[in-house]
């Protein structure tokens, strides 16, 4: 079984098509999507239609939380507040009902499991090697996906101490990552929509339990057509700018 992992695609069209169309010649079985659809980007509804004809399992985000009044807008800067307010007018209401029946991860896949942001907390980012050891003893199955951090990587934890993961390096678009069936991992595919390892390019991976493979990619998509989208919007322009950073 091959499964494409999917996480903070944050309604950007342009970098889901792109990384549809990458992921199709590299083949899979099943989409699981780590949560964040929507937020930021001008897309909402394409691309949470695209996620609920597509996706197996997705789990609830803290910016789809946010878009359908699951979670208030206090804890939100500036720009992510009007996104979120800009997002819950554009939904659709059969994208809001969608969204709002999401799941709170983690959510079991076999032998895996699939969150989005700490598997002690939703809406905790794991980022600092201090971070990932708090949330390693919460760690139900060997291996976990989780996304918000919007950082490719990840965690791999031996006798309970982690160790960061590095992600696809520049110049490459890919990196097999083969994992030791005696540690635990918690990963990250990266963002699709909204990179911050500054590096721009959409990120997504494949999983391969039986062996034991993750495989993390990295494609380049039509940034520009996103960013003028984000401005025509009259999104905050911070919101558009930032994409081709990937910061």
Not at 24 to 45: F, K, M, Q, R, T
Not at 198 to 227: C, G
Request: aromatic fraction near 10%.
């Amino acid at each position: 079984m091959r499964y494409l992992i999917l996480s903070d695609i944050h309604a950007n069209w342009e970098a889901l098509q792109a990384v549809a169309e990458a992921a199709s010649s590299d083949g899979y079985d099943e989409i699981l999507c780590c949560g964040d659809i929507v937020g930021y980007g001008a897309d909402p509804n394409p691309c949470v239609d695209w996620v609920r004809r597509n996706a197996k399992i997705t789990v609830r985000g803290n910016h789809d939380k946010v878009a359908v009044g699951l979670e208030d807008l206090e804890w939100f800067n500036p720009a992510a507040q009007a996104s979120a307010q800009w997002t819950s007018e554009a939904l659709s209401a059969e994208n809001q009902a969608w969204l709002q029946a999401l799941p709170r991860g983690p959510i079991p896949v076999t032998d895996f499991q699939i969150l989005h942001g700490s598997p002690a907390d939703e809406d905790e980012y794991v980022i600092q090697l201090a971070e990932a050891a708090v949330a390693g003893p919460y760690l139900d199955t060997r291996v976990s996906f989780f996304g918000h951090t919007h950082i490719q990587g990840g965690f791999l934890y031996q006798r309970g101490v982690p160790r960061r993961i590095q992600p696809v390096g520049a110049g490459k678009d890919r990196l097999e990552y083969e994992l030791d069936p005696d540690l635990f991992y918690l990963i990250n595919p990266g963002s699709i929509g909204q990179p911050r390892d500054r590096d721009p390019r959409a990120a997504w991976a494949i999983y391969i339990p039986e062996a034991r493979l993750v495989i993390y990619r990295r494609t380049t998509y039509d940034v520009r057509s996103a960013q003028h989208k984000i401005i025509a919007a009259r999104l905050p322009n911070i919101l558009a700018h930032r994409l081709a950073a990937g910061r």
